[in-house]
């Protein structure tokens, strides 16, 4: 690998004001594409009857998490597409193609009828924006982890790369705190089915233009630009399939890590509204406001989680998760189930959040460390969107399959068992931190 130097794009030199500024730019595009993605979950209680014909709320819930894991399915493709395109030509133009096409997604769900007026048409092109949206949060991923990585110091690599979690929970957070003002203060229930709804989704597109303005300001990071003038990486190589295969006790470990984290994390957050509403009987609102208040303090635990790992090391936070996410899932999930009080499931959820932070946390930058430059971002990228796919964006579909089974219990068997085959994963890595590929790169 050719030495680098401290430099960008340009031979602009790379001074910590530029560090902090580029990280910052990378990490609101980052907050916009997730909240992007995630106003769909937040809001599909109000817009499931506009877009698919009358039935009851489970029947129609099953339909737009139907849709929401058809969006994860074009994620290995965004993993793929924009994976390669970062590690040829940069991980800051890949970074502003992602949020153009989350967008476009965003304007067109925003715009289409529903099927009272269009008919079929009206599911069919819900589908086709979530497409765009999982193709570019597919891409998102893989390459804000890969920036993020790159552009933080060794000493505190945990530390700034847990923002990519603290921006996708804040996105998250954003999605729901503009569901709660329309709830609470704007408009009324009825209004919200109506079309208070098309609201935050309008939001979302004007948002992703100024992330794309932004992402413009954005430094290349030193490692990537260093390894693009250098002879040992050639355009070839670089974001190749057939070079990513040739590491793939790292692609291995990339989907056994992401599985049990994949499928805590979108289980305790996007469908534990649902779960609140639907399961535990709780109404709307009440449903809404706790995950609202979970997630704030649960956004707060990642950078806390991450300068951990920076001081005692990534794997032993990682086994943390896998013991406890094992041992406590079916017991939290199904106290859960039969909660009594809003105070009772506030601690309940948070303490499910505190174990699933240990993956959350860190599991970019652990990615990020075990492959080289030149496959980087696709190596973080698709081996995870892969995974994400079969175990997250199935998350809710699997949750509502059991509970119309009539076995909801099972599905909290499932998340326990998926955490313990990660722990298995965990037991089995390397150190990441001590074994950093990025650090090779680096003189």
């Known amino acids: 690998m050719a030495t680098t130097h401290d430099s960008t794009a340009g031979d602009t030199p790379l001074t910590p004001a530029r560090r902090l500024r580029s990280i910052f730019s990378g990490s609101v595009g980052n907050l916009v594409e997730w909240y992007d993605w995630y106003v769909y979950s937040a809001f599909s209680l109000y817009f499931a009857q506009a877009f698919f014909p009358k039935g009851d709320r489970t029947s129609q819930l099953l339909n737009t998490a139907a849709i929401f894991a058809v969006g994860f399915l074009m994620r290995p493709l965004g993993g793929w597409l924009l994976g390669r395109y970062a590690d040829r030509h940069g991980r800051r133009r890949a970074l502003m193609l992602s949020v153009l096409m989350m967008c476009a997604g965003s304007l067109l769900i925003t715009f289409t009828p529903g099927y009272a007026s269009i008919g079929i048409a009206a599911p069919v092109l819900l589908v086709v924006a979530r497409l765009l949206q999982g193709l570019s949060v597919g891409g ?20 700034w790369s847990s923002f990519q979690y603290v921006t996708l929970v804040m996105g998250q957070l954003l999605a729901l705190a503009v569901l709660i003002a329309l709830q609470q203060l704007f408009l009324t229930e009825a209004q919200l089915h109506a079309w208070g709804w098309r609201i935050p989704f309008a939001i979302g597109a004007l948002a992703a233009v100024t992330a794309l303005w932004l992402r413009r300001a954005m430094q290349e990071t030193a490692i990537f630009d260093s390894s693009e003038r250098g002879e040992a990486a050639t355009q070839q190589a670089q974001g190749s399939v057939r070079t990513l295969m040739q590491h793939p006790r790292a692609v291995a470990t990339v989907i056994g890590l992401t599985m049990g984290g994949t499928l805590a994390f ?14 535990a009987g709780l109404d709307t609102r009440s449903g809404s406001s706790l995950n609202a208040a979970t997630l704030f303090v649960f956004m707060l635990m990642q950078p806390v989680v991450g300068a951990l790992s920076d001081r005692i090391g990534r794997r032993p936070l990682l086994i943390a998760f896998g013991v406890l996410g094992t041992a406590l899932t079916v017991p939290i999930l199904s106290a859960l189930q039969h909660v009594r009080t809003t ?42 969107a892969l995974t994400v796919a079969v175990f997250g964006g199935t998350a809710e579909y699997v949750a509502l399959w059991f509970k119309n089974a009539g076995v909801e219990s099972g599905f909290y068997w499932y998340v326990a068992a998926c955490i313990g085959v990660s722990l298995l994963v965990y037991l089995w890595m390397p150190e990441t931190q001590r074994t950093s590929r990025i650090d090779r790169e680096v003189t």
């Open 140 to 159: 998102e991923y893989g390459t804000s982890a890969t920036y993020l990585s790159e552009m933080a110091t060794r000493e505190h690599r945990g530390f």
């Open 266 to 279: 979108y289980t305790y957050t996007t469908y534990m509204q649902k779960f609140l509403v639907n399961s």
């Open 343 to 384: 105070t009772q499931a506030f601690w309940l959820i948070l303490a499910a959040l505190a174990i699933v932070s240990f993956y959350t946390a860190i599991n970019a930058v652990v990615k990020a460390e075990l492959f080289p430059v030149e496959v980087r971002a696709l190596g973080v990228g698709l081996p995870y």
